[in-house]
């Protein structure tokens, strides 16, 4: 089985461009989630999606957006990029939500976006 | 909300020496516990978990941790450790009925022969 796609791997942009990062889950998983991982810290929740509904949001400004397609792939934007926006962005996908949801979160190798 | 702190930002150790990373976190709800791993250029991978029971929970490739209630932890232990297990480590913390993980900043390991 494949585990959790994400794509592209690695991307540079300028400042105030805007990019889109692509996330498929493992087959049968109903839900996404979105981290952001800056150089030498751990990973920062910015978003879950389940359903194709926003289930619960970090605190990230409105330039980061995300959607759930229904085929449960899921894409996140950023737009306006400034350059502590570089960090490997990383999706996460779970079978449900809530209580079952934190049992089983299995990652995807990330991508890596530098701006400059 | 959750909070993680790892005490240890990075730690050295010799192969075939014993290994523990700590862990410590605040929540004001039960939660759920876990370790991810993390090698260079990829992205996490579950090492263990505790979500209810024996508070003492193993992997298949010999780390274990342990639940202390009272003192809030979650360290991570291993009685011998190999080259392979030089990497990154993350504690994570989940409210039981929440959304979301939240991560301690790493400890970075490097196990030298």
């Known amino acids: 089985d494949a585990g959790v796609t994400q794509s592209p791997t690695h991307l540079i942009k300028t400042r105030g461009q805007q990019v889109t990062l692509r996330c498929s889950p493992i087959?049968?998983?109903?839900?996404v989630s979105w981290y952001q991982q800056v150089l030498g810290q751990g990973p920062q929740f910015i978003f879950q999606?389940?359903?194709?509904?926003?289930?619960g949001r970090g605190n990230f400004p409105d330039r980061f957006s995300a959607r759930q397609f229904p085929n449960y792939s899921s894409e996140l934007n950023v737009n306006a990029l400034l350059l502590g926006d570089s960090a490997l962005y990383l999706c996460?996908?779970?079978?449900?939500?809530?209580?079952?949801?934190?049992?089983?979160?299995?990652f995807g190798q990330g991508t890596r976006l530098t701006v400059v | 909300a959750q909070s993680v702190t790892q005490l240890d930002s990075q730690v050295p150790v010799f192969e075939e020496a014993p290994v523990e990373l700590r862990c410590n976190y605040s929540?004001?709800?039960?939660?759920?516990l876990f370790w991810y791993v993390q090698y260079p250029n990829q992205g996490l991978q579950l090492l263990l978990k505790?979500?209810?029971?024996?508070?003492l929970v193993k992997s298949i490739n010999g780390f274990e941790a342990e639940f202390n209630k009272s003192q809030t932890s979650f360290h991570l232990r291993k009685p011998s450790v190999h080259i392979s297990d030089t990497a990154e480590y993350f504690c994570?913390?989940?409210?039981?009925?929440?959304?979301?993980?939240?991560f301690g900043a790493g400890t970075t390991v490097t196990v030298r022969a």
């Open positions: 999606y389940y359903e194709k509904e926003e289930r």
């Open positions: 505790y979500l209810s029971g024996s508070t």
């Open positions: 929540s004001s709800v039960s939660v759920y």
């Open positions: 996460a996908s779970t079978a449900t939500t809530g209580a079952i949801m934190n049992t089983e979160a299995f």
């Open positions: 994570a913390v989940g409210g039981v009925n929440d959304y979301k993980l939240s």
């Open positions: 087959s049968g998983h109903k839900s």
